[in-house]
């Protein structure tokens, strides 16, 4: 089984417009940690922001916010007023701890584009 | 720089010579990460170090690839008898900590193209 589910390959938005991008995980370690990056065009992976899996409140990043749903397995990006230097591939990643180690599994990514 | 810090930024190679790729983690940071990316793809995971050891090999995808990590610090990536399947973006990341809400920082990535 995919440990991070990435439905959507690409997605369109208008430029103001929110946009939500899905990301379902699969772990059965109580404790783990959910990331998103961005990548544009550049290649450089860009860290937007962090969901602990006992963290009680969504977090939220500026624009960024992370719909999480415990129970659903699944921690959405949202991206709030989107900009034209929005568009870019978004990873949905996964951190888990098994004793000494940490092993840190990215999705397939969505390819935002934004247009006006 | 205090970045992730790896060389070759590219690589052209022949079929069947080897390769390494190197990766300069953020001074300090005890997990290193590598990943391979092919062409509009996502994240392959390859390795993962903690300090000099690495706990988790799973994603090595033949025994043609081997890596190491000395002094926990600079991470070599060994291809031998590079095949064109192995040309992506070998991207290397490092973190301070092995869990909690660090994050991981990438470094600009090797591309790596066998002709």
């Known amino acids: 089984a995919q440990k991070i589910t990435q439905t959507q390959p690409g997605m369109f938005v208008q430029e103001k417009e929110a946009v939500t991008l899905d990301c379902t995980y699969d772990t059965s370690d109580p404790s783990y940690g959910l990331f998103w990056y961005k990548q544009p065009s550049s290649g450089e992976m860009i860290f937007l922001i962090y969901?602990?899996?006992?963290?009680?409140q969504n977090a939220t990043e500026g624009r960024y916010s992370l719909n999480f749903q415990k129970a659903r397995k699944s921690a959405n990006l949202v991206i709030s007023a989107s900009q034209l230097g929005d568009s870019a591939m978004y990873f949905c990643a996964m951190r888990e701890w098994t004793g000494t180690a940490s092993k840190l599994t990215f999705g397939t990514g969505t390819r935002l584009q934004v247009t006006l | 720089g205090a970045g992730v810090s790896q060389s070759p930024s590219n690589k052209v190679t022949e079929k069947g010579k080897d390769v390494e790729l190197r990766c300069d983690p953020i001074?300090?940071?005890?997990?290193l990460y590598w990943y391979r990316q092919s062409l509009g793809q996502g994240l392959e995971f390859l390795i993962y170090f903690q300090g000099n050891s690495a706990p988790d090999k799973s994603g090595l995808p033949s025994d043609r690839f081997s890596a190491e990590r000395t002094g926990g610090s600079v991470s070599t990536l060994t291809i031998q008898r590079t095949q064109q399947e192995d040309s992506a973006v070998y991207l290397c990341?490092?973190?301070?900590?092995?869990?909690?809400?660090?994050?991981?920082?990438f470094g600009q990535g090797t591309r790596l193209t066998v002709v």
């Open positions: 990341a490092s973190s301070p900590l092995s869990g909690g809400n660090t994050e991981a920082f």
């Open positions: 001074s300090g940071h005890t997990a």
């Open positions: 969901q602990g899996s006992y963290d009680q």
